[in-house]
């Protein structure tokens, strides 16, 4: 089945260890995002790639980075992880023109200690 | 400001109806999704609405307002595996890169 997939689906890390988050796709979709969603708040959009072209949210820390090696697979880098950093981050895609909404992964849940 | 208002919780019977409200104040509007999320999972499209009107989906319906910047999704004929939090999302430019989220509503489904 073509899908979204996210690994791992836990993430421990120490606090100002870096920490990689993968996100992988099978449905060809031109759009990946990255969104973090602490408890019980809506999901934040942190930053998505067109194709190529990267785009960053105003608001998003410069803590956070992101590489789209190819069409298949986008990474979230978390270079100094903090306290505040814990929380679910979801992977999503979409089609340009598609009129359905994303297609999310299962998530990683990010816990620093 | 990008705002969207929905109900933190709401409770109801199963076998019951229930509609869960949202309100939205965004810069520019290019349709309203409605998604579903069981806890501790990644959130699930249910409905999407671009123009006024109730769009139906077996048990679940949502409705649109452009005008009075509102929707609601209705869930009848409720089933305990309905309890999830229900996040109300509009896609706010053209080209459909920007969904802005709701917090959720949580509803509980109780016997």
């Known amino acids: 089945d073509a899908m979204v997939i996210q690994n791992p689906r836990y993430q421990v890390t120490q606090f100002g260890k870096p920490v990689t988050l993968s996100c992988s796709q099978t449905?060809?979709?031109?759009?990946m995002y990255w969104y973090q969603q602490k408890s019980s708040q809506a999901p934040k959009l942190l930053f998505h790639?067109?194709?190529?072209?990267?785009?960053n949210e105003a608001d998003t820390p410069d803590n956070f980075q992101s590489r789209r090696p190819n069409t298949s697979f986008c990474f979230l880098d978390i270079r100094s992880p903090g306290l505040g950093d814990a929380a679910m981050y979801l992977c999503?895609?979409?089609?340009?023109?598609?009129?359905?909404?994303?297609?999310f992964g299962s998530g990683t849940r990010l816990t620093v200690v | 400001g990008q705002n969207i208002d929905q109900p933190t919780e709401m409770t109801a019977t199963e076998g019951a109806i229930v509609q869960i409200n949202c309100t939205y104040q965004?810069?520019?509007?290019?349709?309203l999704f409605w998604y579903q999320q069981h806890a501790g999972e990644a959130p699930t499209f249910l409905s999407y609405?671009?123009?006024?009107g109730l769009e139906e989906k077996g048990r679940f319906s949502s409705f649109l307002s452009r005008s009075k910047g509102y929707s609601y999704l209705l869930l009848k004929e409720l089933q305990m595996k309905d309890s999830a939090s229900y996040l109300c999302?509009?896609?706010?430019?053209?080209?459909?890169?920007?969904?802005?989220f709701g917090a959720g509503t949580r509803l509980f489904v109780k016997a």
């Open positions: 790639y067109y194709d190529k072209d990267f785009n």
């Open positions: 999503a895609t979409s089609r340009e023109g598609d009129i359905g909404g994303y297609t």
């Open positions: 449905l060809n979709h031109n759009v």
């Open positions: 965004t810069s520019g509007f290019n349709g």
């Open positions: 609405n671009v123009l006024d």
């Open positions: 999302a509009v896609r706010d430019d053209p080209g459909g890169f920007k969904t802005i």
